[in-house]
């Protein structure tokens, strides 16, 4: 099962989602694998500080920032149940190899008063890779929310009946998360009783719901 974190928007939380979610589902004998394909390397670089830190390894992180990314990933794959490929910004070879290797895409986006959550281009490159792939599934994902904002209550309404559909879970903007990425960690590493733990839980669990 691979599942792409993809939005042409940089700053979304693409890659903090991706290392969330492997963390949430990585297990002994459910290995998780996670495909940094940014050219910026922010997974990477937070396996790195990581190890740096001497914290156990729950998931491996590898790079793999090619347009032929969804013909190398069979092999690189291994007998991983799951693999989360974090996507580029803008770079559309990229994201369209993304596409063709995905099973599911998850696409995260940030409430706003305007209708940015909708990235166009986005949207254009699934549309182009559900031609050729008609079982491929995808999500909005809403992330960085302020509970009981206009904002938020909007951007559901304007999503209530989208397609792709939103995902009912989402994630708060809380400080933790960028000091997990800040420090190679997790939030429930950080605080594993607390709201942004539970945000991920119950994220990685409706998500498991989708997948076959
Ligand atoms: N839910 C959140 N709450 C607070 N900060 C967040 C949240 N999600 C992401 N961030 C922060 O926003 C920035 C961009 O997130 P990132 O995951 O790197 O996005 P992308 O990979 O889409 O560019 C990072 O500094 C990250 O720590
Ligand atoms: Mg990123």
């Given at each position: 099962m691979i599942v792409a974190l993809l939005n042409q928007k940089g700053g979304v939380g693409k890659?903090?989602?991706?290392?969330?979610?492997?963390?949430?589902?990585?297990?002994?004998?459910?290995?998780?694998?996670?495909?940094?394909?940014?050219?910026?390397?922010?997974?990477l670089d937070w396996a790195e500080q990581r190890t740096r830190e001497g914290h156990a390894r729950r998931f491996g992180v590898i790079g793999l920032?090619?347009?032929?990314?969804?013909?190398?990933?069979?092999?690189?794959?291994?007998?991983?149940a799951l693999v989360l490929i974090d996507g580029p910004p803008r770079v559309t070879g990229l994201a369209r190899s993304a596409l063709l290797a995905a099973d599911l895409v998850l696409?995260?986006?940030?409430?706003?008063?305007?209708?940015?959550?909708?990235s166009a281009e986005m949207l254009r490159l699934l549309g182009e890779a559900q031609l050729y792939r008609p079982d491929l599934a995808a999500?909005?994902?809403?992330?960085?929310?302020?509970?009981?904002?206009?904002?938020?209550?909007?951007t559901r309404s304007a999503l209530a009946s989208s397609d792709p559909p939103v995902l009912k879970a989402q994630v708060g903007q809380r400080v933790i998360f960028a000091q997990a990425m800040r420090s190679g960690q997790l939030?429930?590493?950080?605080?594993?009783a607390g709201p942004g733990a539970r945000e991920i839980a119950a994220l990685a669990s409706e998500i498991a719901g989708?997948?076959?």
């Open positions: 890659t903090t989602l991706a290392l969330h979610l492997a963390g949430a589902w990585a297990s002994a004998d459910a290995p998780v694998l996670v495909v940094d394909a940014d050219p910026q390397g922010s997974a920032a090619r347009e032929t990314l969804h013909r190398e990933l069979p092999a690189l794959a291994g007998d991983h696409i995260p986006v940030q409430p706003s008063p305007l209708d940015g959550w909708a999500r909005f994902l809403l992330n960085r929310c302020a509970t009981g904002s206009n904002t938020l209550r909007e939030v429930d590493e950080l605080a594993g989708l997948i076959p």
